[in-house]
Nanobody
Framework: VQLQASGGGLVQAGGSLRLSCAAS????????IGWFRQAPGKEREGISCIATTDGSTYYADSVKGRFIISSDNAKNTVYLQMNSLKPEDTAVYYC???????????????????WGQGTLVTVSS
């Protein structure tokens, strides 16, 4: 199982970025894919998760209404569209996967088994 996160970069406050998480070595099927972020000196937090079986989604309050998670099962890729970015969104963003996922399991770091490398998002004020 491999996950490749991409799409990070430098953007001004109010701008947008789209992150991609390309998966290989498994078929989405009943996997859950989550996006997490870790800012310097802070814990890694789950910000959005999707159950690829039925497309159900979760958003943390900090990103609700600004970020949109979506899945293209044919491409084994999950996207995170990030709009209205704020300086406090600055962090390294990671995607993660777990099989046999249901949103009832939560969008927590310990729920997920497989992790990609991070992609840095920097939002300037």
């Amino acid at each position: 199982v491999q996950l490749q996160a991409s799409g990070g970069g430098l953007v001004q406050a109010g701008g947008s970025l789209r992150l991609s998480c390309a998966a290989s070595g498994f078929t989405f099927g009943d996997y859950g894919i989550g996006w997490f972020r870790q800012a310097p000196g802070k814990e890694r937090e789950g910000i959005s998760c999707i159950a690829t079986t039925d497309g159900s989604t979760y958003y943390a309050d900090s990103v609700k209404g600004r970020f949109i998670i979506s899945s293209d099962n044919a491409k084994n890729t999950v996207y995170l569209q990030m709009n209205s970015l704020k300086p406090e969104d600055t962090a390294v963003y990671y995607c993660a996967a777990v099989p046999r996922y249901d949103l009832a399991y939560g969008c927590y770091r310990l729920t997920f088994d497989y992790w990609g490398q991070g992609t840095l998002v920097t939002v300037s004020s």
